[in-house]
């Protein structure tokens, strides 16, 4: 039996059905809780992370197994304070706008006018009326930053709601640092 979030198998369909094609697959709540219930079952096995293999102390037996080398999953650390600025950051931030023609492109031409990469942008619908959505963005940049900040404050008189979610190290950049070749001098 192999454990894991229905995303996780999505992930790694043909992997699995070229390896495992008689394995039963049970979907769980996180990968996390699949390894964590592989760690319990004798003969078992979870898709997780190594994070989470090493957590319940099971071994990895093959790792890099997604159908697309390229495909992530992304994680957050919900915590009540801010990262310090590192000079290579990323800021996430919820907002909602009128349901109108230009909206949004309204609430975004800040980031246009600062020079601000948005990196990431999402919709899901607000629950409370229908056609009406929510934005989850990512842009490069740290709230501290002047220009954010610039760009933060233009963008809250065309929203109705803004919610600031953090600033963060640019984890992207930061292996791609760690995998630049190094000058030796």
């Known amino acids: 039996r192999i454990y894991t ?5 999505a992930q790694c369909q043909e992997w699995l059905e070229k390896h495992f094609p008689n394995v039963e697959y049970t979907e769980v709540s996180s990968t996390s809780h699949g390894a964590e219930r592989a760690a319990r079952e004798e003969g078992a096995a979870a898709i997780a992370s190594d994070l989470a293999a090493q957590m319940y102390d099971v ?20 915590g009540y304070d801010f990262e310090a600025p590192t000079g290579r950051d990323k800021t996430s931030m919820i907002i909602h706008v009128r349901n109108q023609p230009g909206a949004l492109f309204d609430a975004l031409e800040p980031f246009r006018k600062s020079g601000i990469n948005l990196t990431h942008i999402d919709s899901r619908p607000t629950k409370q009326e229908r056609w009406e959505y929510l934005f989850f963005i990512e842009f490069e940049g740290h709230r501290e930053e002047s220009r954010v900040k ?5 963008l809250e008189s065309h929203c109705l709601h803004v919610k600031l979610l953090g600033s963060y190290a640019d984890e992207d950049q930061k292996k791609e640092m760690e995998l630049a070749p190094k000058e030796v001098g």
């Open 59 to 78: 071994p990895i037996l093959f790792p890099n197994i997604e159908d697309r080398s390229h495909n992530t999953t992304r994680f957050v650390i919900i």
């Open 150 to 154: 610039c760009a933060l404050a233009e």
């Open 5 to 9: 979030h229905g995303q996780a198998f």
